[in-house]
């Protein structure tokens, strides 16, 4: 019988896949500038979510993971500025996985090790 933290491991896992999935969709469909946005702020999401089931991360691997979300949150609002004129409906479909994604990091931020 597996333990739990096996069984939370293959959880990060399965999360961590499923970005690299997000990742390849908003590579290789041919959508829309702005929902090849959203499927990157989503794959991003995803892979933390995805790390928070490891025990330990490294406080360079935290910053790396901190600036790519400073980059996609620009990346996103640039998208919304450019692509649309209404800009409450757009901003509001990246805010949710953008404020997850705070609290993901910031949860993570607790399971640094030097």
């Not at 360079?60 to 609002?77: G, H, K």
Request: aromatic content about 14%.
């Amino acid at each position: 019988m597996k333990s739990i933290k096996d069984t939370q491991r293959w959880y990060g896992y399965f999360f961590i896949a499923l970005s690299v999935v997000a990742l390849l969709l908003a590579a290789i469909t041919g959508v829309a500038l702005f929902q090849r946005a959203l499927l990157l702020t989503t794959a991003l999401t995803l892979l933390v979510y995805g790390l928070t089931y490891e025990a330990r991360i490294t406080r360079d691997w935290w910053r790396v993971l901190l600036a790519v979300s400073a980059v996609v949150l620009i990346l996103d609002v640039g998208v919304t500025f450019a692509t649309t004129t209404a800009l409450v409906t757009p901003l509001l479909s990246f805010l949710l996985p953008l404020v997850f994604l705070a609290v993901l990091l910031g949860y993570l931020r607790r399971y640094i090790s030097r």
